[in-house]
C-alpha cells in the first residue's frame, strides 16, 4: 500500500510546485517536453520518497530534484528559482501541518494516535495534497506575471529576511 500511495502524494507535490511555478515564469519548451521532464523528476522523486529513509536526505534531494524540474521547465534566474521553489516548499509544509493537525484537534486525538488510523491518516493527507493543488491553481489563475526588473539591493535583503 506504502508504494502506491506515495508516488501519489509525491504526484500531487510536485503537481502543486509546478502549477505555483507556473505563476512566476513562462514555459522553456512545448507542452510534450514538459509533461516528459515532469514525468521523470516524479519518478526520481518517488523512487527517493520510497528508498530513502532518512527524512532530511530525502527533503533535501527532493528540493534539488524539484529545483532542476522548475530550471528544466521555466525560463528565469537562479535566485527566482531558488525563491519559488522554497516559497513553494513552505506553502506545502503549512498547508500539511495545518490540515493534519487541524483534523487531530477537531477530532481531540494526539498526532501519533493519529498517524496509527492508518486508513483516517492516508485519507487526510491526501485530502491535504488535493486542498494544495487548488489553492495552487487558484493562486496562478489570479497571479498575474510581471516583467520584472532588477530589483534594488535593500528591497532584496528586506525580502530575503521576510
Request: aromatic share 20%; hydrophobic share 55%.
Amino acid at each position: 500500500m506504502e508504494y502506491i500511495i506515495t508516488p501519489i502524494w509525491v504526484l500531487l507535490d510536485c503537481l502543486t510546485l509546478t502549477v505555483f511555478s507556473n505563476s512566476f515564469f513562462s514555459l522553456r519548451h512545448n507542452t510534450k517536453t514538459s509533461i516528459l521532464y515532469f514525468v521523470v523528476m516524479w519518478f526520481l522523486t518517488s523512487i527517493c520518497a520510497i528508498f530513502i529513509s532518512n527524512g532530511y536526505t530525502y527533503r533535501l534531494l527532493s528540493f534539488v530534484l524539484i529545483l532542476l524540474l522548475v530550471f528544466l521547465l521555466y525560463t528565469g534566474t537562479l535566485f527566482r528559482y531558488l525563491l519559488c521553489v522554497t516559497i513553494g516548499f513552505i506553502f506545502i509544509g503549512i498547508i500539511d501541518i495545518v490540515f493534519s493537525y487541524g483534523v487531530c484537534s477537531l477530532l481531540s486525538i494526539s498526532y501519533e494516535l493519529f498517524v496509527w488510523k492508518k486508513m483516517l491518516y492516508t485519507s487526510t493527507v491526501t485530502m491535504g495534497k488535493l486542498i494544495e493543488v487548488l489553492f495552487a491553481y487558484i493562486f496562478m489563475k489570479y497571479h498575474r506575471q510581471r516583467k520584472i526588473g532588477s530589483i534594488q539591493r535593500r528591497w532584496l535583503i528586506l525580502t530575503i529576511l521576510f
